[in-house]
């Protein structure tokens, strides 16, 4: 079975812009979790989404957003970029719903973020 | 509120010795404990989880957990380093939330094994 998958591996963006990262979850698994890596604050939650809707939502302002297909692929948006966005963004996956270990999650290698 | 607590930022422990990387957690109701690792420039990879059941949990490549309801501590432990080990360690407890599936990690802790 393939892993969790996030493209691009590595963005440079500049103050201001906008950024969508992507992920694709393993296949059967309809959670996908949000997570920004940084040195000083650490891994952080950011948001899960499960059957398409936004299910939990960490203490991020709302210029992070993000939504999940039909297909349990998902996107994440970070509008108006600030310097402090700078991060690993990594995606997480699991089944979701009920069983023994519906609540694993399964990590991607990240998206490198870095905002000039 | 829940969390996690890594004392130590940094493990050294010689190859074939036993190791141990701590963590205590804080949560309402009954936890939900994970650890995972990460290697440089990688995600994050599951090594093993507790939910109920022995406080002894076995994982992956050799690492076990023991969870200790009293302490609030649930240490990762292996009975004989390898230098491939060395790596960032964390230690995670998932939201108290009902319905919840988002995870909280501690600061991690490097275990670095000297050949």
């Known amino acids: 079975k393939a892993g969790v998958t996030q493209t691009p591996r590595y963005l440079i963006k500049t103050r201001g812009q906008q950024v969508t990262l992507s992920c694709s979850p393993i296949?059967?698994?309809?959670?996908v979790s949000w997570y920004q890596q940084t040195p000083g604050q650490g891994l952080q939650f950011l948001f899960e989404y499960f059957s398409e809707t936004q299910r939990n939502k960490g203490n991020f302002p709302g210029r992070f957003s993000g939504r999940q297909f039909s297909n349990s692929r998902s996107e994440m948006n970070v509008s108006t970029l600030e310097l402090g966005d700078s991060a690993l963004y990594l995606c997480a996956s699991s089944l979701g719903g009920s069983g023994e270990n519906w609540n694993i999650q399964y990590f991607g290698a990240g998206t490198r973020l870095s905002v000039l | 509120a829940q969390s996690v607590a890594q004392p130590e930022d940094q493990v050294n422990v010689a190859e074939g010795n036993p190791l141990t990387v701590k963590c205590t957690y804080s949560v309402s109701g009954n936890p939900y404990l994970f650890w995972y690792v990460q290697y440089p420039n990688r995600g994050l990879q599951f090594l093993l989880k507790y939910i109920t059941g022995d406080n002894l949990v076995k994982g992956s490549y050799g690492f076990e957990a023991e969870f200790n309801k009293s302490q609030t501590s649930f240490h990762l432990k292996k009975p004989s380093a390898l230098v491939s080990d060395s790596a960032l360690y964390f230690c995670a407890v998932r939201g108290d939330q009902t319905g919840a599936n988002n995870l909280f990690f501690g600061t991690g802790t490097r275990l670095t094994v000297i050949p």
């Open positions: 296949s059967g698994h309809r959670s």
